[in-house]
């Protein structure tokens, strides 16, 4: 049967026009608030996420009004596709709406529907989170996927327990921690939900999210030099396996 959607998401951001076309229209911009690394050229818009590879083809880049792209259908008819409209405001300031539409094939499409749509949500926030506050600057993705078969319920548990945060969390939540092997986390949430946290520092996007083999995956986006990627992707990983493994929740912290 399938599902055929169509997924409506609006901001004003305090940022030009320009400075949004610049973060949805290049590939260090869209590196700066999506996932992994992209690269946007004539034809296409690149991502590398892990072995999530996906070539999406351009079909519209009207600077700095409208961007548009998406895949070709596949034999069952699956496809995804994007478009940004940008509407600018007096005073620098910024009107930028997303459509997400596609189609999902089968009969057993509502747990994929639910997930990337509570996906969305969270690369949307940050999207906003990134015009908000980091506008015009450019991160270094640090990724760590945790095993698949690493249990999401017990990991988050362990995610919020080290940031110190308690109850029902929501996007202004104070975050104060210090993480062993990490180091020091002052920030505030700005996106939560049932399968992503996102945080935002002074210098970075951290966001914590259930994987689509249902494992974790740390995705942090840094505004700043990183000296040396993989060591850093390492101990992520290293840190949120231990978590799904029921070991150390505040003692992995290491704060308080």
């Known amino acids: 049967m399938g599902h055929r959607f169509e997924q409506h998401r609006a901001a004003e951001v305090p940022a030009t026009a320009e400075e949004v076309w610049e973060a949805i229209a290049t590939g260090p911009g869209i590196t700066s ?7 946007v050229d004539a034809g296409a818009v690149r991502t590398a996420f892990g072995g999530y590879t996906p070539e999406l083809g351009i079909s519209a880049a009207e600077g700095p009004r409208r961007f548009a792209y998406g895949s070709e259908p596949g034999d069952d008819g699956r496809f995804i596709a994007y478009e940004f409209l940008i509407e600018g405001r007096t005073g620098a300031s910024t009107v930028v709406r997303t459509v997400t539409s596609g189609f999902l094939p089968g009969d057993d499409w509502s747990d994929e529907y639910e997930a990337m749509t509570l996906g969305t949500d969270l690369y949307f926030r940050t999207l906003v989170e990134y015009l908000s506050c980091f506008v015009g600057r450019h991160a270094s993705p640090v990724t760590a996927f945790g095993p698949d078969d690493q249990d999401w319920a017990r990991t988050r548990a362990g995610i919020l327990d080290a940031l110190g945060l308690r109850g029902p969390v929501a996007a202004g939540d104070p975050v104060h921690a210090h993480i ?7 920030g505030t949430v700005y996106f939560a939900n049932t399968r992503a946290l996102g945080v935002r520092t002074g210098n970075a996007l951290l966001r914590f999210i259930q994987g689509f083999g249902k494992g974790p995956i740390v995705a942090h986006l840094v505004f700043g030099p990183v000296e040396d990627i993989d060591a850093a992707e390492s101990t992520w990983l290293s840190w ?17």
Request: aromatic share 6%.
């Open 180 to 186: 062993d092997g990490i180091g020091r986390i002052d």
């Open 33 to 39: 608030w999506f996932m992994g690394r992209s690269e």
């Open 240 to 256: 949120v396996s231990r978590l799904g493994r029921g070991g150390g929740l505040a003692a992995a912290a290491g704060r308080r």
